[in-house]
């Protein structure tokens, strides 16, 4: 299965709302891989995704703690740990291996992976891949690709674009 959707937010806060809503759909064991240029909403994105989780505290940039990790309250969703992870400092696959997010999302989790493109080698397989493009004549913009590879997705895949349906622009 190969399946991907376009979606455009016009606010950071409905960046956040197109996180949320994707969030209802996760389960233990998913890793969300982040890219984007500097500033195209990687954070924003996982706020949302976070408040959504029900967890309280900010989600802020992980980018010189490498993964942090936030519990979750329990829900509906079955996950425990929110794992919130930036690659952007790692030049080596190894390097993103060692991080564990594997092992971790195992054990209840579900990771968000900032500058994940780059760690699509190790972690790519089941992944959801979210790219945002920053609009250039728009700041508020973003153009946002949503792509599962393989079977992690594809059971869940209709109810997520009825679910993300409302920032759709290739519906
Ligand atoms: N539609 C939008 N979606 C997301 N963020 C937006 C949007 N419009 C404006 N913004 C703003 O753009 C900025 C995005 O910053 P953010 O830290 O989320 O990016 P990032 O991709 O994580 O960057 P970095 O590569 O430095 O980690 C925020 O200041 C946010 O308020
Ligand atoms: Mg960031």
């Known amino acids: 299965m190969s399946e991907r959707t376009v979606l455009v937010t016009d606010s950071a806060e409905s960046t956040r709302a197109l996180a949320a809503a994707i969030a209802a759909h996760c389960v233990p064991g998913d890793v969300l891989l982040l890219a984007g240029d500097l500033g195209a909403g990687k954070t924003t994105f996982s706020q949302g995704f976070g408040r959504a989780l029900g967890i309280d505290e900010p989600v802020t940039s992980p980018t010189f703690t490498l993964v942090r990790q936030y519990e979750v309250p329990v829900g509906p969703t079955g996950v425990r740990t929110l794992l919130h992870a930036d690659v952007y400092r790692l030049d080596r696959l190894a390097e993103i291996t060692d991080l564990g997010l594997g092992q971790l999302v195992e054990d209840g989790g579900v990771a968000l992976v900032e500058w994940g493109d780059a760690a699509e080698p190790v972690l ?9 493009v920053t609009d250039p004549d728009d700041d508020d913009r973003r153009v946002i690709t949503v792509a599962a590879d393989g079977a992690a997705w594809a059971d869940r895949w209709s109810a997520l674009t009825s679910a993300i349906e409302p920032w759709r622009v290739d519906a």
Not at 124 to 132: C, H, P, T
């Open 124 to 132: 790519g397989d089941g992944a959801l891949s979210v790219l945002l």
